[in-house]
């Protein structure tokens, strides 16, 4: 399946380190991150985890849930999650997917539809598209997508203010402006008039060009 920025998040069932989840009831109403592994037992993937752990309540206060997923069965998960806390300090509480029959990866094209066999001998290596991070709104469809190598350790705080962004610009009709971060300036968006950017915006605004204009950060 090929998915892009609006597709519908791909509904599934599927066994985690915390119990058989529905995907889309799973999620309910807030946002989600997904982000997915090629393999348990592998060292970049065990320091995501572990950081991605101690970051786990400023996504909940933001009510973005966050779950994993991992080519390997949950009894594989189970035990690498004593590696983590080891190597990490680390106690991951967010349910992480076991993907033994790669379903969920070809479902999300992290894998081809006609990949035979299971995660059984498969290496890291084999699976090293299986290295996604989705967003995905209250809506079901995804937000953002980022994909990185294996060689290449997340940057999870950036996944953050991506959602702090993203949960902006769906509230205002604004969009963030390059390495923007909460409380600065935003851009109005070109599409709204300048009669509508008034009401919206009694305060005015500094215009740059006349299709870029700034304007502080909108209270919700």
């Not at 950036?158 to 402006?177: F, G, M, N, Y």
Request: proline share 7%; with cysteine.
């Amino acid at each position: 399946m090929n998915l892009s920025i609006g597709s519908v998040a791909p509904d599934f069932t599927a066994e985690t380190t915390r119990g058989r989840i529905n995907f889309h009831d799973w999620i309910g109403d807030g946002w989600c991150v997904l982000f997915s592994h090629p393999k348990d037992f592998t060292p970049v993937c065990t320091t995501e985890l572990g950081y991605l752990a101690k970051l786990l309540p400023d996504f909940e206060a933001r009510d973005c849930k966050v779950i994993g997923l991992s080519v390997d069965p949950v009894d594989d998960h189970d035990r690498w999650l004593g590696d983590i806390r080891d190597a990490t300090g680390s106690i991951v509480t967010y349910p992480i997917i076991g993907d033994h029959d790669l379903a969920v990866a070809k479902l999300y094209g992290m894998l081809p539809i006609d990949e035979e066999g299971s995660s059984e001998g498969r290496t890291a290596m084999g699976n090293q598209t299986v290295r996604t991070v989705f967003l995905i709104g209250p809506d079901k469809l995804i937000k953002a997508m980022l994909i990185y190598p294996m060689s290449s350790g997340r940057n999870f705080d950036e996944v953050l203010r991506l959602l702090d962004s993203c949960q902006l610009t769906a509230r205002h009709k604004v969009a963030t402006p390059v390495n923007w971060k909460q409380g600065d300036d935003v851009i109005i968006v070109p599409s709204m008039s300048d009669e509508e950017a008034r009401e919206r915006f009694p305060d005015g605004w500094k215009t740059v060009k006349p299709y870029l204009r700034v304007v502080p950060q909108p209270a919700d």
